[in-house]
C-alpha cells in the first residue's frame, strides 16, 4: 500500500497562505481519488477536499472558495493550497485514499495553526 508524507503546515497570522503537500512512496497515477482531511483539537477528523484522477475536485462548504485541491502525478505528490487562512483552520491536515481511510491507515500530518 502506497504511504503518505504530509507536509507544508506551520503558524501563518489570519489572512495569510500556506501550501500543503503529499508525497507518496509510489506512483499515484492509478489512485482514482485522493484526499485532504483534517482534524481540529477537540473535534472529529472532517473532509476538506477531494480530487479525482481526472482532476474533478470538490470542498467541504468552509473550504470553498479559499482552498484549492491540486496533483501532480508526475511528482506523485498531491496539493492544497490554502489562502484566506482563518484561526478555524487551526487543524493537523491529513492526506489520504479510499484504501487507506478504509483501512484505517493514517500518516502522522501537518499541524497548521492560524493566528489572530
Known amino acids: 500500500q502506497v504511504q503518505l508524507v504530509e507536509s507544508g503546515g506551520g503558524l501563518v497570522q489570519a489572512g495569510g497562505s500556506l501550501r500543503l503537500s503529499c508525497a507518496a512512496s509510489a506512483s499515484i497515477f492509478s489512485i482514482n481519488t485522493m484526499y485532504w482531511y483534517r482534524q481540529a483539537p477537540g473535534k472529529q477528523r472532517e473532509l476538506v477536499a477531494h480530487?479525482?484522477?481526472?482532476?474533478?475536485?470538490n470542498y467541504a462548504d468552509s473550504a470553498k472558495g479559499r482552498f484549492t485541491i491540486s496533483r501532480d502525478n508526475a511528482k506523485n505528490t498531491m496539493y492544497l493550497q490554502m489562502n484566506s487562512l482563518k484561526p478555524e483552520d487551526t487543524a493537523v491536515y491529513y492526506c489520504n485514499t479510499f484504501s487507506r481511510v478504509r483501512a484505517g491507515n493514517w500518516g502522522k500530518g501537518t499541524l497548521v495553526t492560524v493566528s489572530l
Open positions: 480530487i479525482t484522477s481526472g482532476g474533478t475536485t
